[in-house]
């Protein structure tokens, strides 16, 4: 079974553009989450659905991040305007709740803003 | 607030030596899952190993366990038999329970194996 997709896997942006990360989770998880990671602030978790619903949105850091799930096939983390402290990896990960356990993580957008 | 505290920026540890990994939680939820991540210098983020909090016995995964110490929270991994494939960084996480699937990582420890 093919694991959470994410693309593409490297972009590279200039300050002001709208960048957006896509993501597909393995079929069949109820849950997704998009996460950030950098050499600052470690692995944070930005936002994340439950049956392509928006639980918890706490760790948007600010309105020019903006995720939609509109099927349990897809989601997309926008950013708009990029600037360059959003360079960072993006983590796309899924999990079954029934399982409880684990997450899955995709393989990771490496984004650069210059 | 749930916090995971990783104290080891780095280790290294010669090829074939156990290594253990610290990780301290906090929080006040009495239901909780610990997990390890592994992540190599390609990027990708590979579960290792899970803990429930009412769990009885420490978890094992192959070469991987984790020493639970429910009391000192604390929920070390230990890594036997050391490999070189085995130098990556190395994430503790918690999910608390009550706050649905959120995980909370900690900073990570840097694990180098040295031949």
């Known amino acids: 079974d093919a694991g959470v997709i994410q693309s593409p896997r490297h972009e590279v942006t200039e300050m002001g553009q709208e960048v957006t990360l896509r993501c597909k989770p393995i079929s069949g998880h109820d849950y997704l989450f998009w996460y950030r990671q950098t050499m600052m602030r470690g692995l944070e978790l930005l936002i994340y659905?439950?049956?392509?619903?928006?639980?918890?949105d706490s760790g948007m850091p600010e309105d020019r991040f903006s995720a939609k799930m509109p099927n349990a096939s897809f989601s997309t983390l926008k950013i708009q305007p990029s600037e360059p402290r959003d360079s960072a990896v993006y983590f796309c990960?899924?999990?079954?709740?029934?399982?409880?356990?684990?997450?899955?993580f995709g393989p990771g957008t490496r984004l650069t803003v210059t | 607030a749930q916090k995971i505290t990783q104290t080891q920026p780095g280790m290294f540890v010669q090829e074939k030596e156990a290594v253990t990994l610290d990780c301290t939680y906090d929080?006040?939820?009495?239901?909780?899952?610990l997990f390890w991540y592994k992540q190599p210098s390609s990027g990708e983020m590979i579960f290792l190993i899970y803990?429930?909090?009412?769990?009885?016995q420490n978890a094992t995964e192959g070469r991987y366990s984790l020493n639970f110490q429910k009391a000192r929270k604390s929920a070390n991994l230990v890594i036997s038999a050391s490999q070189l494939g085995d130098s990556a960084m190395y994430f503790c996480?918690?999910?608390?329970?009550?706050?649905?699937?959120?995980?909370?990582f900690g900073q990570g420890t840097r694990l180098t194996i040295n031949p």
């Open positions: 803990q429930g909090s009412y769990d009885q």
């Open positions: 990960a899924s999990s079954l709740r029934s399982l409880g356990r684990e997450q899955y």
């Open positions: 659905f439950n049956n392509n619903v928006p639980i918890d």
């Open positions: 929080t006040s939820d009495p239901s909780y899952g």
């Open positions: 996480a918690m999910r608390v329970t009550q706050g649905a699937q959120k995980l909370v």
